[in-house]
């Protein structure tokens, strides 16, 4: 039983960084330098809690922003790092931007120019979510599967290292750890037959290779460790939160959906936990890994959090790797008991498939800790739909949550509700306060120990990165990026659409917040509905149409479920080069990869007909909700009626509003 006490998590270094000089030694240390965030979870332990309180309760109805930055990327569902005065930001296909962190100017800039060199890789992956630092180095991981390591001060390359392949479908996007003079990188894409997951240590100073962990045997896929990597150095462990296998692949590997430490010196096995039996897919363990220091029987236990994608909260003692606790924290398709050594043993339930379809879980948008208040902040997601289907779900299908989970009890503490399925990362502060972003724009201040919401901001542009917080001599910030939502969010359709975020007309955004700040946003477009076009050449045939759905499969990461745009990728609806199967055909086979379109120059005739009438039949869905076609421009008298699903929500929101909610009376 735990106690309901909870110590602060403090992880020690045991081994200095090699070569660096005493400064540097604390960056990964739970008792780093609390004016920076060095780190993707600021310390060692992935806490994302920062122990500055200047902006507090009673401050924070004073927080303003201070400065916003326009960056030319395509992504932004990122972390950025903070260090010395200095912002560093890796979005889109890594391209990484110091900036300097009082004044929003852009020290340097460097292009990995993965868009160029990632050829068919561009068929997986959305961008890279962050970076590392250490010894005054940047390690970036790019989606064609280089580790570079860049001088933070000029933005030079030191040294690159080829960690993957170049010719699967294994790309990077989840952000390197570093600790004790190694940087350790995993990889996405193992959801394919012939892809074998594994993570590689490199050594920091010359990029040569240390140790290699695959996480499934010679001749089997999968295990991909696309994004939770947490390294230990008070145990001196390196923990990996595994991947599915691919469908029709064998799910005998030990570590898939799993937990598996490592010693970080060799990488030899320690201990792995699976959370999720039999390789059931969309159920992995590749969300954030929390240390903390809990209080059990009464004396303190070095534990590891996770929330992975089953809907339980999972509590381990990282030692050993023996089960502790665990709890439901959301509702998902399973049916649940516990065995008689306290483990939960989960099947498929036979309410709902065993895919994701209706869950709630927590996804990869990251959590936080608070040695407080003791409770993690979690993102949480309630999703209506399959995610692995084409066909579209209702445009107000989907909400999510802001859950205040308490993990020595194993309940929630409060709860804040969402507006979507999809919502940022949390940071918790030694003010007491959560932030946290949401789809609809908005970026929120809560009170970390009730849940009461004292502060609010409107970013004209969704809100899903990860918040930072750090100093400038005396003075505290809050920083996030912002723009429209990519990844999953990305692809989910109508109930990510319904925000209006467009691809070209809505801003990615580095936004910086401080007390008293005194600037305002950059004018901004307005939410802006899609306008599915229509025409006489294309003549649907719903059979036709049917294939093109299955075709369609291979634009839904970036176009949509149901070629609904989410604002990560134009929507098709809207094009008229997909009425056009000349202008259509070239697109598709030639790509537009300085874009991020990769080509599908394999696309046969029959399937690229099959998919411009999926697409066209789901535009009708739009401009002929009841089957009439309308009439042509010429002869309209007024604008087209448009459906009720299409209305926004509430009234649109004025672009650039720099208004802060007062606390609640």
Known sequence: MISARVFAPLLVLHAALVGAA???????????????????????????????????????????????????????????????????????????????????????????????????????????????????????GTHDGRLVALDAKKGAVVWTAATLPPDDTSYISGAPRVMNGKVFIGFGGAETIGVRGYVTAYDALTGQQVWRFHTVPEGASGGGVWNAITVDPELNRVYLGVGNAPPGAPTTPPYLNSIVALDATTGAYAWHYQTTPDNVRGYDAATDITLATLAIDGAPRKVLLQAPKNGFFYVIDRVQGKFISAQKFATVNWASRVDPSGKPALTPSAEGPELPGGAGAHGVSPQSFSPRTGLVYLPTIENPRDPKADVDSPGEGGSGFLTAWDPVKQRVAWQIPTPGPFNGGSLVTGGDLVFHGQADGYINGYDAAGGRKLWSFYAASAALGAPISFAVGKQQYIAIMVGPPSGVPGNAGAPMARFHWDYKLHPRRLLAFTLDGSAQLPPTPSPTMARPLDGPEVAVDPAIAKQGQAVYARCRGCHGAGAVAAGNAPDLRTLPSVINAAAFATVVRGGLETRGMPAFAEVSDAELESLRQFIRERARLVTRPDGVAPPPPEAESAPAPTTETEQPAEPPKPPGSLESAPPPQ
């Open 22 to 140: 005493d400064k540097d030694k604390p960056l990964l240390a739970d008792v780093a330098d609390p004016r920076d965030w060095p780190a993707y979870g600021r310390t060692a332990s992935e806490a994302r809690f920062s122990p500055l309180d200047a902006i507090q309760r009673d401050t924070v109805p004073r927080l303003r922003l201070a400065w916003a930055l326009n960056l030319d990327v395509s992504s932004a569902s990122v972390t950025p790092l903070a260090v010395g005065g200095v912002i560093y930001v890796a979005a889109g296909y890594s391209i990484v931007h110091a900036v300097d962190a009082k004044t929003g100017k852009v020290l340097w800039r460097w292009d990995s120019e993965a868009v160029k060199q990632s050829g068919a890789k561009l068929r997986r992956g959305w961008g890279v979510r962050g970076l590392a630092f250490a010894q005054g180095r940047l390690f970036v």
